[in-house]
């Protein structure tokens, strides 16, 4: 979605606060310095959501440069925040019944829902270092490793709905 800047400021005797110029109502703070920064990203995430369920259009990143000439930001120390898309989407997909089983049985071992491990297993995927020089499986007709299945029962299909 963007990258946005954020505001840190710590007055005398208070916890450190987070603000967001592009954003504004959008606060946050922490006891610590890293609790103020590891929240600052998720206030966003939430009051990015917010904007998005009312209808909201997002705003443009405003400049460094602008920011940090408004007066009210002197003494402000800024850094950047990255979100990633917060609209989700349901998709159908269609799999052989013994690997959807397998793949619910490890989310739940690692205490996950099945959305969130085949977006983790997919991110890890598309991830991979050095995946140009991977070669085709010649099973599947694709990028991967050896231990691709000989013959796949039934193609996995991804259909928006």
């Not at 940090?68 to 850094?79: E, H, K, Q």
């Not at 619910?104 to 071992?109: E, G, L, V, Y």
């Not at 991979?128 to 299945?149: D, F, M, V």
Request: charged share 25%; glycine share 6%.
């Amino acid at each position: 979605m963007g990258t946005y800047i954020a505001l840190l400021r710590k007055e005398k005797n208070s916890n450190f606060g987070v603000d967001f110029p592009d954003f504004p109502g959008c606060i946050t703070s922490g006891k610590t310095l890293e609790e103020a920064y590891n929240r600052a990203s998720e206030a966003l995430r939430f009051h990015i959501k917010g904007m998005l369920e009312d209808g909201n259009r997002i705003p443009h990143p405003i400049s460094l440069s602008e920011i940090m000439n408004d007066p009210t930001n002197v003494g402000a120390t800024p850094f950047l925040v990255a979100v990633s898309d917060t609209r989700t989407k349901r998709v159908n997909i269609t799999m052989p019944e013994s690997d959807l089983e397998a793949i619910d049985a490890h989310a739940r071992k690692l205490k996950m829902s099945r959305s969130a491990f085949l977006l983790e297993a997919a991110r890890r995927s598309m991830s991979t270092e050095n995946r140009a020089s991977r070669k085709p499986s010649p099973s599947l007709g694709i990028s991967g490793s050896s231990s691709a299945p000989e013959k796949l029962e039934e193609p996995a299909t991804f259909l928006e709905t």
